[in-house]
C-alpha cells in the first residue's frame, strides 16, 4: 500500500509541473508586461528605462524557461508573488482564505453524501416505481438548473421573504453557511443520485443476485451484504471526480453570498485583472483536485483486495 | 414490449426535435419576435412588474424582458451550438486520431489531455476568460479549452475498441486504405455516443456559459445575454424579482429540453441502457 501511494505520488509530480507550467505561460501570455502593468495600475507614466531596470531587477528580461523556472522555485519555497492591486502577498492571502472556502466544500460534500446515497439506492431498488420516477423527476430539474439561479431563487425566498437565514454570509455562525451548502448541494446532488442509481442498478442486474435470490437470501441481506458493498468502490470514485465542478461552483456561489473564501477572491481578481492571485486561485484549486483524486485511488486501492492483488493495477 | 417502447421513443424524440428546432427558430428569428425594441431605455417604465403589455415585466432601465430573453436566446443558444460543434469535431478526430495511430503520439497526446483535465472544469475555464478579458467570444474559448478533452477521450476509446474488430480487418484486405478505413468504417460507428454526448453538454454549456456571464467574464453591458441580465438583476431582487426570474426559466427550460434530447437520443441510439441513466 505504502509503495503504491508513492509510486502514485511520483506519477504525480509531471502532471504538477503541466499545471503549473500552464499556468504561468497562460498568465504571461496575458500580462506579458507584469512591470508595465504594475505602473499603468499606479497611473504613473515612467520612462522605458525605469521599466528596462525594474525588468532586469525581477529577472523580467531572462528566457522563458529561465523565468518559469525562478518562479517555480520561488512557489515551492510558497513565495506566489505580491498582489497587483493590494500589493499583498498572494500566498498569505490565499492561504488565509483557504479555511473558509474548504469549509463550504466539506458542508456541501456531507450534505450531498446524505441526500444523494441514500435517494440513489431507493430509487435503484425501486426501479420504475412512483418514488423512483420522483427521484429521477427531482434530480432531472436539479440537473437542468444553473446554481447561480438556484442561490437566487433559495435567496429569495429564504432570506429576503420568510427573513429567515442572512442573505449575506458571515463566516461566522451556523445560518449564513446553509444557503450556500443547499445551493451547491442541490446541484451537485442531482448529478449524483442519477450516478448512485445507475451504479446499484447495474450490480442489482448481476447474476449473483439472482443466485442469492433463488437460494432464498432476503432482499436486504443481499442489498446491504453484497450490492451495497459491491457498488460503494464506484459511488466513491464518482463522489471524488464530482469535487471538481463543486470547486467552480464555490466560485459563483460564494460570490453571490458573499462568502469570503478563495472563489470570491479569485472572481474579484480576475475582475481587476489581478494576475498573480489568479495563477494562485488555479494552481491552488488544481492541486486540491489533483490531491483529492489521489486519495481516493488510494482509498479504492485499500477498499478492493483485486486491485490491491494483482500488485500493478496502474 | 420491446417494438412498443422503441416506437414511443421514437416519438418522443420526434416531439423534443421538434422543440429544440423551435428554439432555434426563435434564435434566428429573434428581430421579427421582439413585442419591443430589447435595447430601448425607458425609465417610466423601470422595473414594471408583468402585466398585459410587459407578459415578463421590465428592468431597472424600463427595457422589456421578454424581447431581451428572446434577442439573448440568440448569443446564448448559437454560440453555445457553434461551440459545441467545433468541440466536438476538432476533439473527435483528434481522438480518433489518437486511437488509430497509438504509439508515442496517442501518450503524448494522451498526457496533455490529462493536464486539461486535472484542473476543474469551471476553475480554468475562469482563468481563462479572465486572462482573455471577458466578452462572449473569448468565454466560448475558454469553455472549448475545457470541454475538448472530453471528446478526444471518448473517441478514442470507442476508435481503440474497434481497431482490432474483424470487420475493419476484412475491410483492409479488401483494399481500403487509411482514410477510407477511418471515415466509412470507424467513423460511423462511433458517432453515436459521440452525438449523445455533443447533445447532453448543450445543456451543460448553456449553464456554464450563463455562469461566466453571470460573473461578467461572459457577455458585456448592454449585450442581452441570459447569464448577464440575471447578474443585472441580483442587485434588484428584492424589489424587481421578475428580473432573475426571466432569464433563470428562459436557461432552464432550455437545458431541459437539450437534456430530455439527449437522453431520448440514447435510449433510441442504445436501447441497452433504457431506464438505467
Not at chain 1, 18 to 31: E, K
Not at chain 1, 273 to 300: E, G, H, K, L, S
Not at chain 2, 162 to 179: F, S
Not at chain 2, 195 to 201: K, P
Request: glycine content about 8%; charged content about 15%; hydrophobic content about 50%.
Amino acid at each position: 500500500m505504502k509503495k503504491y501511494a508513492v509510486k502514485r505520488l511520483i506519477q504525480l509530480i509531471p502532471i504538477l509541473l503541466g499545471i503549473t507550467f500552464l499556468s504561468y505561460g497562460m498568465m504571461r501570455l496575458a500580462g506579458s508586461d507584469a512591470i508595465t502593468q504594475l505602473y499603468e495600475n499606479i497611473g504613473i507614466a515612467v520612462s522605458p528605462e525605469i521599466i528596462e531596470e525594474a525588468k532586469a531587477k525581477l529577472g523580467l528580461d531572462q528566457p522563458f524557461l529561465t523565468q518559469y523556472f525562478v518562479w517555480l522555485r520561488n512557489l515551492l519555497q510558497g513565495d506566489m508573488g505580491t498582489s497587483f492591486i493590494s500589493g499583498k502577498d498572494v500566498f498569505h492571502t490565499f492561504v488565509s482564505k483557504l479555511p473558509a472556502t474548504v469549509l463550504l466544500t466539506c458542508s456541501s460534500v456531507i450534505t450531498t453524501i446524505v441526500i444523494a446515497i441514500p435517494l440513489g439506492i431507493l430509487s435503484a431498488v425501486h426501479q420504475n416505481k412512483t418514488i423512483d420516477y420522483l427521484v429521477r423527476f427531482f434530480s432531472f430539474i436539479g440537473n437542468a438548473l444553473p446554481n447561480f439561479f438556484v442561490a437566487l431563487l433559495l435567496m429569495y425566498v429564504f432570506a429576503i421573504r420568510m427573513k429567515l437565514l442572512p442573505v449575506i454570509s458571515s463566516n461566522t455562525d451556523f445560518c449564513s453557511i446553509i444557503l450556500p451548502t443547499v445551493t451547491l448541494s442541490i446541484s451537485m446532488a442531482s448529478k449524483y443520485t442519477r450516478q448512485v442509481r445507475t451504479v446499484v442498478l447495474e450490480e442489482l442486474g448481476k447474476d449473483y443476485v439472482q443466485g442469492a435470490r433463488a437460494r432464498g437470501v432476503k432482499e436486504s441481506v443481499i442489498l446491504w451484504r453484497n450490492v451495497l458493498r459491491a457498488s460503494i468502490l464506484s459511488i466513491i470514485t464518482l463522489l471524488a471526480l464530482s469535487i471538481g465542478s463543486l470547486l467552480g461552483g464555490t466560485a459563483i456561489v460564494e460570490n453571490i453570498f458573499m462568502w469570503d473564501g478563495v472563489g470570491k477572491l479569485a472572481v474579484d481578481s480576475i475582475v481587476m485583472r489581478d494576475y498573480p492571485v489568479i495563477q494562485a486561485y488555479v494552481i491552488w484549486m488544481a492541486m486540491i483536485y489533483v490531491f483529492v483524486n489521489f486519495i481516493t485511488d488510494c482509498i479504492y486501492r485499500y477498499l478492493d483486495p483485486r486491485v490491491r492483488l494483482e500488485g500493478g493495477g496502474l | 414490449m420491446n417494438v412498443i417502447h422503441r416506437n414511443h421513443t421514437k416519438k418522443k424524440l420526434f416531439v423534443l426535435l421538434i422543440l429544440a428546432f423551435g428554439l432555434l427558430l426563435i434564435a434566428i428569428f429573434a428581430d421579427y419576435l421582439c413585442p419591443y425594441d430589447p435595447y430601448e431605455q425607458n425609465l417610466n417604465l423601470a422595473k414594471q412588474p408583468p402585466s398585459a403589455s410587459h407578459l415578463l415585466g421590465t428592468d431597472m432601465l424600463g427595457r422589456d424582458l421578454l424581447s431581451r430573453i428572446i434577442i439573448g436566446s440568440r448569443s446564448s443558444i448559437f454560440s453555445v451550438l457553434l461551440l459545441i460543434g467545433i468541440v466536438s469535431v476538432f476533439g473527435t478526430c483528434f481522438g480518433i486520431l489518437c486511437g488509430w495511430q497509438g504509439g508515442r503520439f496517442d501518450s503524448i497526446a494522451m498526457r496533455i489531455s490529462d493536464l486539461f483535465l486535472a484542473f476543474p472544469g469551471l476553475v480554468f475555464a475562469m482563468a481563462v476568460a479572465g486572462v482573455l478579458g471577458g466578452g462572449l467570444h473569448n468565454a466560448v474559448i475558454a469553455l472549448a479549452a475545457i470541454s475538448w478533452p472530453k471528446y478526444a477521450r471518448l473517441a478514442r476509446g470507442q476508435t481503440l475498441a474497434q481497431r482490432d474488430l474483424p470487420y475493419l480487418a476484412a475491410a483492409r484486405l479488401a483494399g481500403c486504405n487509411h482514410w477510407q478505413l477511418i471515415f466509412r468504417h470507424i467513423l460511423p460507428n462511433i458517432l453515436g455516443p459521440v452525438f449523445v454526448t455533443a447533445t447532453l453538454d448543450i445543456g451543460t454549456m448553456l449553464m456554464e456559459l450563463a455562469g461566466l456571464s453571470y460573473l461578467d467574464l461572459g457577455a458585456k453591458v448592454p449585450m442581452a445575454e441570459w447569464g448577464s441580465m440575471m447578474s443585472n438583476g441580483r442587485s434588484m431582487l428584492q424589489t424587481a424579482p421578475w428580473i432573475i426570474l426571466g432569464p433563470g426559466g428562459a436557461i432552464f427550460i432550455s437545458v431541459v429540453i437539450f437534456n430530455l434530447l439527449g437522453d431520448t437520443l440514447r435510449d433510441y441510439l442504445d436501447p441497452r441502457q433504457r431506464g438505467q441513466i
